[in-house]
């Protein structure tokens, strides 16, 4: 795998001795993960690189060895258990993860959802506030976009929008840390699952707002 352009103008550029190493033959650590090392590996086996050279996309120092070295320890017993171990743990990783993603759906599937009731007219004129609020906020913070207030007289679709927001911010009762807990881990089905069950109940409870979900999007 050759060394990118940017990387080898670096190397030609720097204070190595001319012909000290070839730049087209030159591994990056990046390499050495492609090919099974772990970082543990190379700091063991490899130590300090057989060349280095300034990152042309950002800070610090790219290291590099050369490939004749790295093939020849590859060849070695020593090398070959540790690379069959780094799969092993990687595989234990997966299913670990797997296992995780599993406990998560089911803890989803038996999650309760309540939705407190209130009356509607108090429901609209919460709403109406906490969108206000919010809109406020944005005019304070980008006085460019200078948002027009909600009001009673404003469109049914907006309004309804804005009940369903607060019903979903202030009026769902459910797991948080579950939910938190899923989406940290990116267990997707799990929260479809929940948020599945967090719109039905809030369609149950406030069916005059039925809307799009916008379910993450309220939560955040």
């Known amino acids: 795998m050759p060394t990118p352009a940017p990387y080898a103008r670096q190397l030609k550029a720097s204070a190595r001795p001319a ?4 730049v087209d033959e030159l591994l ?3 390499h050495l993960r492609s090919r099974g090392w772990s970082a543990g590996m190379i700091r063991r086996f490899l130590g300090e690189p057989d ?3 300034s990152n042309p996309y950002g800070t610090g120092v790219i290291r590099c060895w050369r490939p004749a070295r790295v093939a ?3 060849r070695t017993a020593a090398v070959q258990d540790a690379k ?3 799969r092993r743990r990687s595989a234990a990783g997966g299913k670990a993860r797997e296992t995780r993603l599993e406990r998560l759906e089911a803890r989803a599937r038996t999650m309760m959802v309540t939705v407190r009731k209130i009356d509607a007219a108090e429901l609209l004129r919460l709403a109406i506030d906490a969108e206000n609020g919010l809109r406020a ?3 304070r913070r980008w006085p460019a976009l200078d948002p027009v207030p909600l009001t009673l007289d404003s469109r049914p679709d907006a309004l309804r929008l804005a009940m369903r927001t ?3 911010r202030r009026l769902v009762d459910c797991d948080r840390q579950l939910e938190a807990s899923a989406r940290a881990a990116g267990a997707d089905q799990a929260l479809e699952i929940i948020e599945k069950k967090i719109i039905r ?3 149950e409870a406030y069916p005059g707002v039925r809307g799009p979900a916008q379910r993450r999007r309220a939560a955040a």
Do not use: P
């Open 51 to 53: 060349a280095r050279f």
């Open 72 to 74: 020849e320890l590859e």
């Open 201 to 203: 109940a809030l369609d």
């Open 84 to 86: 069959a171990l780094v």
């Open 166 to 168: 607060y019903a979903l």
């Open 19 to 22: 012909g000290a190493v070839k």
């Open 137 to 139: 906020y944005r005019a």
């Open 28 to 30: 990056t650590s990046a």
